[in-house]
């Protein structure tokens, strides 16, 4: 089965730094989207994008966040300044349709982000 | 405002026992209703879902039996298995983007 690609795979950074986590959604989906889990935690919605725009965006995803696609395979999360309320596990998922039409999503693995 | 209530948050079943995990929401608009399963140190994988112009919806050892009017819906793993040790959430769409996700559930599946 196709998958979706997350890199790093753990990242730790000193709060008030940038970090830009990386991902490369399956190659013929249209719809990327960032969820995150804090620990423990159930996992929220942060953004989906289409059409090299946002089409919607969580209260988390603040003007600390953004989200890019840079070439036709990589699907970034930027935050511009970490807080150690932002360590999570940072989820990428892509689908071949907007999940607001009920497709499945795919989930990579995602990027344990630690903010010290 | 949790929009969906996810319960227990944890279960211990014997193997080839019945588990039982249960999903409440409050708005009527959510349309989707799919369950993820996560195994440690990976992302959630969609299991099975349902729309809500069905009762049930049955995938192997996995049913979902969805009763709209009393806006709960449940996942049934039936001759539950040590594989199928994993947290469990569900979720809720509709009209949106975004799923909406549960607390899961953490299921151990006892040899």
């Known amino acids: 089965e196709p998958e979706v690609t997350q890199t790093p795979s753990h990242q730790v950074t000193q709060m008030g730094q940038e970090v830009i986590l990386r991902c490369v959604p399956i190659s013929n989906h249209l719809y990327f989207y960032w969820y995150r889990q804090i620990l423990g935690q159930k996992v929220e919605f942060l953004v989906s994008?289409?059409?090299?725009?946002?089409?919607?965006k969580s209260e988390i995803f603040d003007d600390q966040f953004s989200v890019e696609r840079p070439d036709g395979s990589n699907f970034t999360l930027k935050i511009r300044s970490t807080k150690l309320e932002d360590s999570a596990m940072y989820f990428c998922a892509s689908s071949g349709a907007g999940a607001g039409i009920n497709e499945k999503l795919f989930f990579g693995s995602g990027t344990q982000l630690s903010v010290l | 405002q949790q929009q969906v209530k996810q319960s227990p948050q944890s279960l211990i079943v014997q193997k080839g026992g019945i588990s039982i995990i249960n999903c409440a929401y409050e708005n009527t608009a959510f349309d989707y209703f799919p369950w993820y399963q996560q195994f440690p140190g990976k992302g959630p994988a969609l299991l099975i879902a349902i729309r809500p112009d069905v009762s049930e919806k049955k995938e192997g050892r996995f049913t979902i039996s969805f009763n709209k009017s009393a806006k709960q819906f449940s996942l049934h793993i039936m001759d539950s298995q040590p594989g199928d040790s994993a947290t469990y959430f569900c979720a809720v769409q509709g009209g949106s983007e975004k799923l909406v996700f549960g607390k899961g559930t953490k299921l151990t599946v006892n040899p």
């Open positions: 994008f289409y059409n090299n725009e946002i089409s919607e």
